[in-house]
């Protein structure tokens, strides 16, 4: 079993910056490939960004790219997701989960992973 736990989420105007942070405990970290995801009302869940165990490999959906940043560092047992320029449609849950690495390197599919966290609330004003 692996816990996740999500943080840094907020009300930040439009084209400010926020960074989530995700927590892990239980099972080695670095064994996991970690995604992002996120939903916003009304919405079905999307997929944001995911890192591989270590590191190498980087997925980001086409809405964040260039916009969002995710990294990892395994010796803290913690995945962040730098969101900068933010709009108001990134306003959301954001949720992060993890996936069997030696499986999967950047899954960008919600059903492949197989532990997620509660979410972390982010608003974006205009």
């Known amino acids: 079993q692996v816990q996740l736990v999500e943080s840094g989420g907020g009300l930040v105007q439009a084209g400010g910056s926020l960074r989530l942070s995700c927590t892990a405990s239980?099972?080695?970290?670095?064994?996991?490939?970690m995604g992002w995801f996120r939903q916003a009302p009304g919405k079905e869940r999307e997929f944001a960004a995911a890192?591989?165990?270590?590191?190498?490999?980087?997925n980001y959906a086409d809405s964040v790219k260039g916009r969002f940043s995710i990294s990892r560092d395994n010796d803290k047992n913690t995945v962040y997701l730098q969101l900068n320029s933010l709009k108001p449609e990134d306003a959301a849950v954001y949720y992060c989960?993890?996936?069997?690495?030696?499986?999967?390197?950047?899954?960008?599919?919600?059903?492949?992973?197989?532990?997620w966290g509660q979410g972390t609330q982010v608003t974006v004003s205009s």
């Open positions: 989960a993890a996936v069997n690495g030696y499986r999967s390197a950047g899954e960008a599919v919600s059903s492949a992973y197989d532990y």
């Open positions: 239980g099972r080695t970290f670095s064994g996991y490939t």
């Open positions: 890192i591989s165990r270590t590191g190498g490999v980087i």
